[in-house]
């Protein structure tokens, strides 16, 4: 056991069976502690308390600091954790916020501007310019909204792509924000009115930041657009926006919430109302179906039961015919045999005529012998 030790702790005593860089019990970093305990025994001791060991080598006390050497180890590596993960957040945020070059920064200009004219020639020209984007993904149509451009967003509007019209109504810059988005914020009714009317989508984001503002009339004309019951529900959610508003924004939003629920609970009834009519259908063409087969069955029946008739009917027939066919044969052989007789009958006497004719013919000799021809 004691032959696989090769280093033991100089703090601690911990023994080892390779030497440590620093100690795994007490954290002490060997080095620096040879370092303190030769400047230890460099300084000058009083001859009183000089005790030379003879056989065994010389205790020395742990180092008070040892702890301290141990928190600050670990403080180093928080230290550099909290270094690596400001650096990370930090390029991240560099790369969010770092000013992008713009796409066609002549029509994104005068989309800011409101140089109609320009914006017009330049769409003409070429409608891919319409799809240009500044530094922070506002198309065209968000730059105008956000400068108030109304003359430019109802040109924009009404040349449309014609590939995904959708997109291009909705398209949110880096920070989510769109066209209606821009709008609202600055409070142009106009605008807004324009935007929704080519589907521009309202979300509870935009509701909220209009109950913000205190709009009655931009927020009456959002809720028009509202048919869902999560972004009203949103709204209300958000203590900030439902707490300082004034009345009639709640008014609009309770009576928006009723209004969905009713239309919801009109289509739960519509809907239950089909599901009853197909059901009912189902059971109608179940029925009709059944009675279909039953009559099919009936059929079958009869049918089978005419055909059970009419084999009865040529069974008997066949046996009548059988019966006749026996008789006529018994009644053929009847005929045969007293032909046969008849005629034996008539050889008979012809020949007993003769024999009678003849010298010596005896008359009972002769009928004799028409009895034994009539055996035959």
Known sequence: MDSNIVWKCPACGLPQSHPCDECPQCGVIVARY?????????????????????????????????????GGTRLRHKVKYIYAVGAVALIVLVGVFWPIAEDHPTMLKACRKGWLPTVE?????????????????????????????????????????????????NNKNALGESALSHAVEKGNVAIVKSLLSRGSQVDEKIVIKAIKQDRTELVRVLLEAVHHLDVVRAAWSDEGAVLFAP???????????????????????LRRLRITQEAFQRALQERQQWERDLEAKERQQQLEARQEQRLREM????????????????????????????????????????????????????????????LY
Request: glycine residues 4%; contains cysteine; hydrophobic residues 30%.
């Open 247 to 269: 009345k009639e924004i709640l008014d609009l939003l309770e009576e928006k919430e009723n209004e969905i629920l009713a239309q919801l609970k009109e289509q739960e009834n």
């Open 34 to 70: 040879n370092k303190r305990k030769e400047h230890a025994d460099a300084a000058p001791v009083k001859e009183k308390d000089q005790q030379p060991a003879v056989h065994a080598e010389p205790e020395v006390t742990p180092d008070p600091p040892t702890e301290k050497v141990k």
């Open 121 to 169: 020639r330049l769409t003409v020209a070429n409608q891919d310019l319409m799809l240009a984007r500044d530094g922070e993904g506002n198309n065209t149509l968000g730059v105008a909204a956000m400068n108030q451009r109304e003359k430019v967003i109802v040109f924009l509007l009404n040349h449309l792509p014609h590939d995904n019209p959708g997109n291009y109504v």
């Open 315 to 374: 069974i008997e027939e066949n046996r009548r015919l059988e019966r006749q066919e026996h008789e006529d044969r018994k009644r053929s052989r009847e005929y045969f045999m007293e032909y046969q007789r008849r005629l034996q009958e008539i050889e008979c006497e012809s020949d007993c005529l003769e024999c009678l004719g003849r010298p010596g013919c005896d008359h009972l000799r002769c009928i004799s012998r028409c009895q034994r021809k009539s």
